[in-house]
């Protein structure tokens, strides 16, 4: 499922797609400078992590000595061929006075950057639920006007697409203190979790936000660690090229738009739309927008593949490039311009801007076709008219805004290509951009908050814990504690038994967190809004956010991530579970017995009737085909079984063995 998730950093978003397009450069350069520069993800007002080495990382002349200051204690560096260098210093207890880090060149030139503060820092990430404002979180209004706390520091990281991982962030990065105007938009998840963190511990908190609404999975995973998925090696290599080569990587994804059509259409090579458009069947387009309101009964609620087309006419022989501009598209496309592949975008309604090769160009009539896919929700070209043009080298503009005209593949059919270096599901693409720039950085964990667009996806598990891995080497810490957001209800109640892509990316999640011994769950089956992907309660969220990570720093990881099946045992007719982390009992809310089980044959399931006492349930009227038990098995179910934290218990499915 893709969701316009990420609507609040749609302009951030905008430029960095825009910078693919134009094959513009990403990474800061590390050029030799007048001074030493520090890189890693420091500035005035940061934090920086308590009991851990503090590493410092930057630029200056090759083989330039470097000292690096912080405090009492400093730090030699001596800068390589490129111009880098890194230095070390010791690890520092929390609190006291707000120090000063200088970098010193030989030549005396200083970088510095003062008032940080040691403390604990967390890195907050995920999808639109963890970059849900705090603003508009439930007593938004009340939450930001009594933020201040200057031993509170937040940092919010652009969203940015890499298409290599990055080694420093496009800017120097702006922390800033706890307050109403650095609060509002911040995650709130993650500053009521740290908010609550500080009360506890009483240290400085740093926060650092790296979300993108609407994201899947694997754009946050180390492509390293990528290769590893089965399938995902070719796309891998593809990234690679397109890093090294924009113009033979796009020749490459144009290959593969050629192997699909000719499977899908059962055509020859040669006959594809891009090469032989009068084959398709089209209809003059009414107007630019949604193609959900064009009127058209086939399209008013249409998600899948639609073909666009226009052409222009050049009176000379072309001198060099050209630039075609297609303005705002929704939301997936793929730009031929006679035959040959020029761009490949992904966004919601972001500009599309490509540049367009000589050798594509010809005297007289060009043809542009445009593959356009969507999946949810409204799909088109977008306009404005005025902003839709082709502009040859060296000569004006040629209006492109009349005489589109679209062709209809087929309804809900998604299987067209996808490029790995789009935002939203290619492959390392926000790791590159908006994690790996953040260094060797100390952390005290990472709360994650993800999974909405990926539901339907088997292997989200294995997909977590490469995130997991990957995201620990870098940050130097195969400890490094991860809390796990569990997906909320979302959805009508269920009336009947039925499967639910929801509940089993939940368990997933679950299996993943087992598996995992420094990472714990935060389960928020009970605090969904039925009508609403993002739910405003993210204060509950917080708090089981900080008991997991309360349990997980005390070693007590069998309570961190609430009441958890143990086991599902065979009785007289009855199955009985067994749970862990519970605290106190287990109640049923509202009700004689807990609802929402399920006992489960080879071939069906049924709900089965409940009692519950201590750590315990029972179920009842058991049959001996019975191989599993589910709880709370649907998008959104009814929940009613809490222990007295109150935790509600994990979505669960297990088998059942003998006694």
């Known amino acids: 499922m893709t969701m316009r998730e990420g609507q ?4 951030a978003g905008r430029r960095a797609i825009l910078a693919l397009a134009l094959g513009a ?79 010193t060149g030989q030549d005396g030139a200083t970088d510095a950057m003062d008032d940080l503060l040691i403390g604990d820092v967390w890195l907050c990430s995920g999808q639109s639920n963890m970059e849900y404002p705090t603003k508009q979180a439930l007593n938004g209004e009340m939450l930001v006007k009594g933020a201040a706390d200057d031993r509170i520091r937040l940092l919010d990281i652009a969203h940015h697409v890499g298409l290599s991982p990055e080694e420093a962030l496009e800017k120097r990065p702006v922390w800033a203190a706890a307050a109403p105007a650095s609060v509002a938009d911040f995650s709130a998840a993650c500053y009521l979790m740290v908010k609550d963190l500080a009360a506890k511990s009483r240290v400085p908190m740093g926060a650092i936000d790296s979300s993108w609404g609407g994201t899947k999975i694997i754009p946050w995973i180390p492509g390293v660690d990528a290769r590893k998925l089965p399938g995902l090696a070719a796309d891998v290599d593809l990234l690679a090229l397109y890093a090294r080569d924009h113009a033979a990587g796009l020749r490459a994804f144009g290959g593969r738009w050629g192997e699909w059509w000719r499977k899908a259409s059962g055509t020859r090579a040669g006959q594809e739309p891009w090469n032989a458009p009068d084959r398709l069947n089209w209809t003059p387009v009414p107007k630019f927008g949604p193609w959900e309101e064009w009127g058209v009964p086939a399209l008013a609620d249409y998600n899948g593949l639609v073909w666009f087309r226009q052409s222009f006419d050049l009176a000379q022989a072309p001198t060099g490039d050209g630039v075609v501009e297609l303005a705002g598209i929704d939301e997936m496309d793929t730009v031929w311009v006679n035959g040959v592949v020029v761009g490949a975008t992904f966004g919601w309604g972001d500009w599309r801007r490509y540049t367009v090769p000589r050798a594509a ?18 799909g088109g070209m977008f306009g404005p008219a005025d902003q839709i043009r082709f502009t040859p080298a060296g000569g004006a503009p040629i209006p492109l805004g009349t005489g589109w005209r679209y062709s209809v593949y087929k309804r809900d059919d998604q299987s067209y290509p996808r490029s790995p270096w789009e935002s939203h599901a290619g492959i390392g693409t926000l790791y590159n951009g908006m994690i790996a720039p953040l260094g060797p950085i100390g952390l005290k964990g990472v709360a994650w908050y993800q999974g909405e667009s990926d539901v339907g996806r088997a292997d989200y598990g294995d997909r977590l814990a490469l995130l997991m891995a ?7 810490d195969a400890n490094l504690p991860f809390l796990i957001v569990q ?141 599993r038990v589910r709880y709370a098995w649907a998008d959104a179910p009814v929940v009613n079984l809490y222990d007295e934290a109150p935790h509600p218990v994990v979505p669960f499915e297990a088998a059942i063995t003998d006694q």
């Not at 160009?361 to 409204?378: A, H």
């Not at 990957?470 to 130097?476: A, D, L």
Request: proline share 5%.
């Open 470 to 476: 990957g995201w620990r080497r870098q940050f130097g």
């Open 361 to 378: 160009l010809r005297k007289g009539r060009n043809e542009i076709v445009v593959g356009l896919g969507d999946g949810y929700g409204p």
């Open 487 to 627: 997906l909320a209800n979302y959805g009508a109640p269920p009336v009947r038994i039925e499967d639910s892509g929801w509940a089993a990316l939940r368990e997933t999640q679950r299996l993943a967190v087992l598996r995992d011994p420094h990472s714990a769950l935060a389960a928020t089956v009970d605090i969904g809004v039925r009508n609403d992907i993002h739910p405003a309660d993210k204060n509950e969220l917080a708090k089981r956010l900080v008991f997991a990570q309360t349990h997980l720093e005390a070693g007590d990881r069998a309570k961190a991530s609430g009441p958890m099946i143990a086991s599902a045992t065979r009785g007289h007719g009855e199955v009985v579970l067994r749970f862990t982390g519970v605290q106190g009992a287990l109640h049923a809310w509202s009700a004689v017995a807990p609802i929402g089980f399920e006992l489960c044959d080879a071939t069906a399931c049924r709900y089965a009737n409940a009692t519950v006492n201590g750590s315990e349930v029972r179920l009842a009227d058991a049959r001996p085909g019975d191989v």
């Open 25 to 103: 450069a990403t990474a800061w350069p590390v050029m030799a400078e007048a001074r030493p520069r520090i890189l890693t993800p420091m500035s005035a007002h940061a934090v920086l992590q308590r009991d851990r080495p503090i590493i410092v990382e930057g630029t200056a002349d090759a083989g330039e000595r470097v000292k690096v200051t912080l405090g009492g204690n400093s730090a030699d560096a001596t800068a390589d061929r490129q111009g880098r260098w890194r230095a070390t210093l010791p690890a520092m207890a929390a609190g006291g006075a707000a120090l000063t880090l200088t970098a």
């Open 8 to 11: 609040s950093r749609s302009g």
